[in-house]
């Protein structure tokens, strides 16, 4: 298996644009979680979908922040307008189940950049 | 207080040292998961644990429900081992919370 994909692995981007992040998460799981990580405030989780369902997304800092899953192997995470202060790795997991709690994977994370 | 918290921060070892790294937390949990982050940033999920003690390679992992305490160890230690290990919990509303993390060197 290809484990989580994510796209882009790398953006830079101006302060104001929008941000699109992917997610493909492995085939035949079921859950699928949105992470920032930062040097201030570590791991933060932002939403996580059950069978394309957003079930939590109070990780969410404002409402710059989107997040779909259209289908049960794609999932997006938008900023718009994007701030500086959104720099951050973001990294998508997913697990085969959230009910019982099920090891989560990890994707390679995409390092964003808001000049 | 954070709601997970881990301890040692910083640990700097020698090569071949056991190594222990603590997690406590103050709520109530369904699961507990240990975390490894390489300094790439890649993340990779170790242990995902309920009760009891699981062990993969060189690495061990355990819970004590009644105490609210886990530990992970690393039996003869490598510079590979160098990473930063997050101890997590899922409450009993499925949320996820997150401790600070311990970064650990180890020296050859």
């Known amino acids: 298996d290809a484990g989580v994909i994510q796209s882009p692995r790398h953006e830079v981007t101006e302060m104001g644009q929008e941000v699109t992040l992917r997610c493909k998460p492995i085939s035949g799981h079921n859950s699928l979680f949105w992470y920032r990580q930062t040097m201030m405030r570590g791991l933060e989780l932002l939403i996580y979908f059950n069978n394309n369902v957003p079930i939590d997304d109070s990780g969410m800092p404002e409402d710059r922040f989107s997040a779909k899953m259209p289908n049960a192997s794609f999932s997006t995470l938008k900023i718009q307008p994007s701030e500086p202060r959104d720099s951050a790795v973001y990294f998508c997991?997913?697990?085969?189940?959230?009910?019982?709690?099920?090891?989560?994977?990890f994707g390679p994370g995409t390092r964003l950049t808001v000049l | 207080k954070n709601e997970v918290e881990q301890s040692p921060q910083n640990l700097t070892a020698q090569e071949g040292e056991f190594i222990t790294i603590n997690c406590s937390y103050s709520?109530?949990?369904?699961?507990l998961h240990w975390l490894q982050q390489h300094p790439g940033g890649g993340i990779v999920s170790l242990f995902m644990?309920?009760?009891g003690k699981k062990k993969h390679g060189r690495l061990i992992a355990t819970i004590n429900i009644q105490e609210k305490h886990s530990s992970l160890h690393i039996t003869a230690s490598h510079p590979r081992d160098s990473a930063v290990y997050i101890c997590a919990v899922t409450n009993r509303d499925d949320k996820i919370i997150f401790g600070k993390g311990t970064r650990l060197h180890i020296l050859p």
């Open positions: 709520v109530g949990i369904s699961a």
């Open positions: 997991a997913s697990s085969r189940r959230l009910a019982y709690p099920d090891t989560q994977y």
């Open positions: 644990l309920s009760s």
